[in-house]
């Protein structure tokens, strides 16, 4: 786990671990997100990622993709911004410009679509901080 207080509602926990998993993600992410929809491939029907806009602190909108890695929930989702130009010095990224809401050694199966969705929330606060100040907010950890 990270050290952020986490709803557990963002978890799968209990009686969400005998049902369908993306039957479950759904209904996390209407309840917590309704503003995301999932995206399948039209070929093979899959879902590939789930995407939508997140409002900061200071009023800006970000779209968001998470995006969905076949093994998933074994492999933590990666989390772009593909309608957002980000500074190349901006920090907390991977070299292929997706953002580090996390280190992958701490994903869990036990966190949800919905949860990488309030990570996402979270980076892109800070990054708003980061524009106007020139300082990344928080504790941070080695990548």
Same mark, same amino acid.
Request: proline share 6%; aromatic share 12%; charged share 25%.
């Given at each position: 786990?990270?050290?952020?207080?986490?709803?557990?509602?963002?978890?799968?926990?209990?009686?969400?671990?005998?049902?369908?998993?993306?039957?479950?993600? +759904?209904?996390? =992410? $209407?309840?917590?997100?309704? #503003?995301?929809?999932?995206?399948?491939?039209?070929?093979?029907?899959?879902?590939? +990622?789930?995407?939508? /806009?997140?409002?900061?602190?200071?009023?800006?909108?970000?779209?968001?993709? =998470? $995006?969905?890695? /076949?093994?998933?929930?074994?492999?933590?989702? +990666?989390?772009?911004?593909?309608?957002?130009?980000? /500074?190349? /010095? !901006?920090?907390?990224?991977?070299?292929?410009?997706?953002? !580090?809401?996390? $280190?992958?050694?701490?994903?869990?199966?036990?966190?949800?679509?919905?949860?990488?969705?309030?990570?996402?929330? =979270?980076? =892109?606060? $800070?990054?708003?901080?980061?524009?106007?100040?020139?300082?990344?907010?928080?504790? #941070?950890?080695?990548?």
């Amino acid at each position: 786990m990270t050290d952020m207080a986490t709803n557990r509602g963002l978890l799968f926990m209990g009686d969400d671990l005998s049902r369908p998993r993306m039957a479950v993600e +759904s209904e996390k =992410i $209407k309840r917590y997100f309704p #503003q995301f929809r999932f995206k399948a491939k039209k070929s093979r029907g899959t879902v590939t +990622s789930v995407e939508g /806009d997140l409002e900061t602190n200071d009023g800006n909108s970000y779209y968001v993709k =998470i $995006k969905i890695p /076949d093994d998933y929930p074994y492999t933590m989702p +990666s989390v772009s911004l593909p309608e957002t130009n980000i /500074d190349s /010095d !901006c920090p907390h990224r991977y070299g292929n410009k997706k953002l !580090c809401v996390m $280190k992958y050694d701490q994903w869990t199966s036990n966190y949800s679509l919905a949860f990488m969705i309030a990570k996402a929330a =979270i980076w =892109i606060n $800070k990054y708003d901080v980061w524009q106007r100040t020139g300082h990344w907010p928080g504790r #941070q950890q080695e990548h």
